[in-house]
């Protein structure tokens, strides 16, 4: 009957509405997670380590610099060694270049007398840009507040200086334990190359890291479904 025709081409024209939307959105969505991921690791497409983050050596920091695919590298050092308050934070020490402050999302270029913190530090122990804190025996200031998009987590207190100083803080006989790598292209030759450098060399490539392949995968797969 005319109804019943009727009827049937307004479900499948709804239908075919509902399903472009979900399309869209699914889209979007998985836009908005590679934007977000892309805002997590900023300029970095490599970063390298040891398991342990211990200290690299000048010379093999030197070698991967000479590789022609890499553009530009940040270095820094991180340790869960420094404590504020009493309490243990997520410390890195910056060499002040652009990579590390994207990455981290802070602006200041520090000296050795000055820390930059993230707002969950900031309010835990009401810090504000202007005072000082007392870390070891060090007197600092606090010359920034940043974000906390930096981590993932947001109740990680931070606290960001100079890699010197969190050498001297932490008493270890190296700054740098962290490479941070902007590349032209070929990503996973230029990891390959970097681990024959040294086999124990942690190396994590922003585009394979499995969590962010396996969250794109789930969109792509939805959009094809």
Same mark, same amino acid.
């Given at each position: #009957?005319?109804?019943?025709?009727? @009827?049937?081409?307004? #479900?499948?024209?709804?239908?075919?509405?509902?399903?472009? *939307?979900?399309?869209?959105?699914?889209? #979007?969505?998985?836009?908005?997670?590679? =934007?977000?991921?892309? %805002?997590?690791?900023?300029?970095?497409?490599?970063? &390298?380590?040891?398991?342990?983050? $211990?200290?690299? =050596?000048?010379?093999?920091?030197?070698?991967?610099?000479?590789?022609?695919?890499?553009?530009?590298? $940040?270095?820094?050092?991180? @340790?869960?060694?420094?404590?504020?308050? $009493?309490?243990?934070?997520?410390?890195?020490?910056?060499?002040?270049?652009?990579?590390?402050?994207?990455?981290?999302?802070?602006?200041?270029?520090? !000296?050795?007398?000055? +820390?930059?913190?993230?707002?969950?530090?900031?309010?835990?122990?009401? %810090?504000?840009?202007?005072? %000082?804190?007392?870390? $070891?025996? =060090?007197?600092?200031? &606090?010359?920034?507040?940043?974000?906390?998009?930096?981590?993932?987590? @947001? #109740?990680?207190?931070?606290?960001?200086?100079?890699?010197?100083?969190? *050498?001297?803080?932490?008493?270890?006989?190296?700054?740098?334990?962290?490479?941070?790598?902007?590349?032209?292209?070929?990503?996973? !030759?230029?990891? %390959?190359? +970097?681990?024959?450098?040294?086999?124990?060399?942690? &190396?994590? &490539?922003?585009?394979?890291?499995?969590?962010?392949?396996?969250?794109?995968?789930?969109? *792509?797969?939805?959009?094809?479904?």
């Amino acid at each position: #009957s005319k109804l019943l025709t009727i @009827s049937c081409f307004f #479900s499948v024209f709804i239908g075919t509405i509902l399903i472009i *939307q979900m399309f869209n959105l699914s889209l #979007s969505a998985a836009g908005s997670y590679e =934007k977000e991921m892309r %805002y997590l690791y900023e300029d970095c497409d490599i970063a &390298v380590s040891y398991t342990d983050f $211990g200290g690299i =050596k000048e010379e093999l920091i030197d070698e991967i610099m000479n590789i022609k695919t890499v553009s530009k590298i $940040g270095t820094l050092m991180y @340790s869960n060694e420094l404590s504020i308050n $009493g309490a243990y934070v997520y410390a890195i020490g910056t060499d002040n270049s652009e990579m590390v402050k994207s990455r981290y999302h802070f602006t200041k270029n520090l !000296n050795e007398d000055q +820390i930059a913190i993230n707002e969950v530090l900031a309010k835990v122990d009401n %810090y504000n840009v202007g005072d %000082y804190i007392l870390v $070891g025996d =060090k007197r600092l200031e &606090v010359v920034e507040v940043f974000e906390d998009g930096a981590m993932s987590d @947001s #109740s990680i207190e931070m606290a960001i200086v100079k890699k010197e100083t969190l *050498q001297e803080l932490t008493k270890k006989d190296y700054n740098i334990n962290i490479l941070m790598i902007k590349a032209e292209k070929n990503l996973d !030759n230029l990891s %390959y190359e +970097i681990r024959r450098m040294d086999n124990k060399f942690n &190396v994590l &490539v922003f585009e394979t890291d499995e969590a962010y392949k396996d969250a794109v995968s789930s969109f *792509q797969v939805f959009i094809i479904v």
